[in-house]
């Protein structure tokens, strides 16, 4: 058994590189780029996607979900992106493509990553939807990614934790010290791990700090996420519920201007949200 605190064992394993350490899926990088490409076309795009027999499977799994359904079933990728639009067919294949890199080799730490990636899921759509119901169209994409990314860290603790305990079955980790380890230690390390993809830095702010007091440097961006993360809590979509949570009176719903009824459609939204993290 090792003799070296658990903190000291997950820095040296990130430190050597583990296999642990997620790795940004660059298809991610090349979709959104093409997003912003005015001369690829849609058929450019949507063919690029149906290359991917298990990600145009997803993609239309999806579409087809409560929560983006129409009145008839879409049965290419090109139907999806005309019934869903461009953006939001990146958007879905983003979340696709993320949701691989949420898999352990122990049951327990699997259980708590399928937790981890409906709560990242419901915060980044939280987080755009409440962009847009509060007219911050511009920053609604912004909001999305950085709801999607605020919890990174703790997917890459608990893939050390994983990984440490593969390679030691004899080591002690008791729940109480990894649930401690992961929540002192997320903010730091997820902001470190989104800075050395090359992430955008308002994504890496909030990674670092969603969990600090307000203060006149914080964003929209970040009232977003930190309002749609408070609601997931709240409604029980996280590994560590908060049901008696009161977002009303919190400090960046006040920020934000936020209604009891723009929070109450804002739950809805959370909820519809679950049929894309299954």
Same mark, same amino acid.
């Given at each position: 058994?090792?003799?070296?605190?658990?903190?000291?064992?997950?820095d040296e394993s990130i430190a050597s590189g583990a296999g642990a350490l997620p790795v940004?899926?660059?298809? +991610?990088?090349?979709?959104?780029?093409?997003?912003?490409d005015e001369n690829r076309s849609l058929d450019a795009i949507a063919k690029q996607l149906?290359?991917?027999?298990?990600?145009?499977?997803?993609?239309?799994?999806?579409?087809?979900?409560? =929560? !983006?359904?129409?009145?008839?079933?879409?049965?290419?990728?090109?139907?999806?992106?005309?019934?869903?639009?461009?953006?939001?067919?990146?958007?879905?294949?983003?979340?696709?493509?993320?949701? %691989?890199?949420?898999?352990?080799?122990?049951?327990?730490?699997?259980? &708590?990553?399928?937790?981890?990636?409906?709560?990242?899921?419901?915060?980044?759509?939280?987080?755009?939807?409440?962009?847009?119901?509060?007219? =911050?169209?511009?920053?609604?994409?912004?909001? =999305?990614?950085?709801?999607?990314?605020?919890?990174? %860290?703790?997917?890459?603790?608990?893939? &050390?934790?994983?990984?440490?305990?593969?390679?030691?079955?004899?080591? #002690?980790?008791?729940?109480?010290?990894? &649930?401690?380890?992961?929540?002192?230690?997320?903010? /730091?390390?997820? /902001?470190?791990?989104?800075?050395?993809? #090359?992430?955008?830095?308002? !994504? &890496?702010? +909030?990674? *670092?700090?969603?969990?600090?007091?307000?203060?006149?440097?914080?964003?929209?961006?970040?009232? +977003?996420?930190?309002?749609?993360?408070?609601?997931? !809590?709240?409604?029980?979509?996280?590994?560590?519920?908060?049901?008696?949570?009161?977002?009303?009176?919190?400090?960046?719903?006040?920020?934000?201007?936020?209604? *009891?009824?723009?929070?109450? *459609?804002?739950?809805?939204?959370?909820e519809d949200s679950l049929a894309l993290s299954a």
């Open positions: 058994m090792s003799e070296k605190s658990l903190t000291v064992l997950i940004f899926p660059r298809a +991610v990088t090349e979709l959104r780029q093409a997003l912003q149906a290359m991917d027999a298990s990600l145009a499977s997803q993609i239309l799994r999806v579409a087809n979900s409560s =929560f !983006y359904a129409g009145l008839s079933t879409v049965n290419t990728v090109k139907d999806a992106v005309v019934r869903l639009g461009l953006p939001r067919i990146v958007q879905i294949a983003t979340l696709v493509m993320q949701k %691989g890199m949420f898999t352990a080799k122990d049951s327990a730490t699997q259980q &708590c990553l399928a937790k981890l990636w409906q709560h990242s899921v419901a915060v980044a759509l939280g987080a755009e939807w409440l962009a847009k119901r509060l007219s =911050f169209h511009a920053i609604a994409e912004e909001a =999305f990614m950085a709801g999607l990314f605020h919890d990174i %860290g703790e997917l890459l603790l608990l893939r &050390c934790l994983d990984d440490l305990r593969a390679k030691d079955p004899t080591l #002690n980790l008791p729940e109480d010290l990894q &649930c401690e380890v992961v929540i002192r230690q997320h903010e /730091a390390k997820g /902001a470190w791990l989104l800075r050395s993809w #090359n992430l955008p830095e308002v !994504y &890496c702010r +909030v990674a *670092e700090s969603h969990h600090q007091p307000v203060s006149e440097d914080t964003g929209t961006v970040e009232l +977003v996420v930190r309002v749609a993360d408070m609601v997931a !809590y709240k409604l029980g979509i996280a590994a560590r519920p908060q049901p008696d949570l009161v977002v009303s009176s919190s400090e960046e719903a006040a920020r934000l201007g936020l209604s *009891e009824i723009a929070l109450a *459609e804002l739950e809805i939204a959370l």
